[in-house]
């Protein structure tokens, strides 16, 4: 997959600051959390490789996730 590396230090950086969104710090763990999270429900809801979505958020933790879950998935 090709952000493995990227998965990697998300796990070696652990509870070091990743993100600060509205005044709120999110770790590298909490962003590795919300991809499993988000990755689970993409393969749950049978959204597929090769599928039309659209991703409409700003800079948020949950939203940095969902777009690596979601090139995750193509890569698969």
């Known amino acids: ?7 990697e230090k ?3 950086k ?3 600051e ?3 969104w509205n005044d ?3 770790s590298y763990k909490s962003l590795h959390e ?3 999270e988000l ?11 090769g599928a039309v979505v659209a991703l409409r958020g700003d800079f ?7 777009l690596l879950a979601l090139i995750s998935k193509k890569c698969i």
């Open 1 to 7: 997959m090709y952000i493995d590396f990227i998965l």
């Open 10 to 12: 998300f796990v070696v």
């Open 14 to 16: 652990g509870n070091d």
């Open 18 to 20: 990743a993100v600060v």
């Open 24 to 26: 709120e710090v999110f």
């Open 34 to 36: 919300y991809y499993h």
């Open 39 to 49: 990755r689970n429900y993409i393969e749950n809801h049978h959204i597929n490789v």
């Open 60 to 66: 948020s933790p949950h939203s940095i996730a969902l």
